[in-house]
């Protein structure tokens, strides 16, 4: 969780707080892109090594050999791919941060159009709504959201649309008055939430999805079979390309294919179906 940073004096000019944060920003992507290609070409060798001397100790005969070794880099594997996830996650997370400092100079600027309007809260019979622009170009709404959930921007458009008590708004220009000055917190959240796609997208299918039983919740063992099959099956291709029988590869196929049929075979539900494409972009990443 983030912790508020030093208040910025509101004396300073928002242009300047915004201006200074994109190159700030800016530094610490291009520092992380550096690192995150770096780190994938070492995925690349981590890969390629582990392909090559596998092959090699197979081809020579020195199968327990092989074995360990194709186990250790695949270990290896993994734990690279992790340092690289966790560094494209950086390299975006200041990318959004430039690109939130990018919309608030806009926004100073007067140039609203890239933002959500908030059409779909328009109401023809609204008492005030279509008067003072609300909603729609140009509007209050357009100034006013940073929402990135479409339940944070409903609550918006009920606030604007529902007139609320005195004691309701001096609390809520009381909370204004204490974020206002904390930019670096308020962006550090919006950035937080950005990373994840679809925030538009109504949030109630996907509540009712978290409604249903848990598909691994009595399934423990698929979890351990997604981290063993992987190197299993590269082993075994890797006796065959030795010279082995193409039969030692089909046990690891039949095995793999059922792991995925019994995941897809609830076809009526949405998380079966997910849970499928999960396993098998899994199993393709980790092999």
């Not at 090559?52 to 290896?76: C, Q």
């Not at 909603?135 to 944070?152: N, V, Y």
């Not at 196929?253 to 019994?262: M, N, P």
Request: with cysteine.
């Amino acid at each position: 969780m983030p912790q508020p940073a030093a208040f910025r004096p509101l004396s300073v000019a928002p242009a300047d707080v915004f201006t200074d944060n994109l190159a700030a920003h800016a530094k610490q992507e291009q520092y992380y892109g550096r690192r995150h290609q770096a780190v994938a070409w070492v995925r690349v060798v981590v890969f390629g090594a582990g392909a090559l001397g596998g092959y090699y100790l197979f081809s020579n005969g020195n199968n327990l050999a092989g074995l360990a070794y194709v186990l250790a880099l695949y270990v290896v594997f993994v734990l690279v791919m992790r340092w690289h996830s966790r560094l494209g996650y950086h390299y975006n997370h200041y990318r959004l941060l430039g690109v939130i400092n990018q919309e608030e100079l806009a926004r100073l600027g007067g140039k609203l159009t890239q933002f959500d309007a908030g059409a779909r809260y328009l109401d023809a019979s609204h008492a005030y709504a279509a008067d003072l622009d609300v909603f729609g170009p140009h509007s209050l709404f357009q100034l006013l959201s940073r929402a990135t959930s479409r339940l944070g921007q409903d609550r918006l458009a009920d606030w604007l649309r529902q007139a609320a008590t005195p004691a309701v708004v001096r609390a809520r220009q009381a909370a204004v008055a204490e974020l206002t000055p904390d930019v670096i917190w308020q962006q550090e959240w919006q950035a937080r939430a950005r990373h994840f796609p679809r925030q538009n997208d109504d949030p109630r299918r996907f509540a009712d999805w978290l409604q249903q039983p848990d598909f691994f919740a009595d399934k423990a063992w698929l979890k351990v079979a997604l981290f063993i099959l992987p190197p299993l099956a590269l082993t075994s291709a890797g006796l065959w390309l030795s010279g082995y029988s193409f039969g030692i590869v089909v046990p690891f196929l039949l095995v793999l294919g059922a792991l995925i049929t019994i995941t897809a075979w609830p076809a009526t539900t949405t998380s079966s179906t997910a849970t499928a494409c999960m396993m098998c972009c899994a199993l393709t990443a980790t092999s």
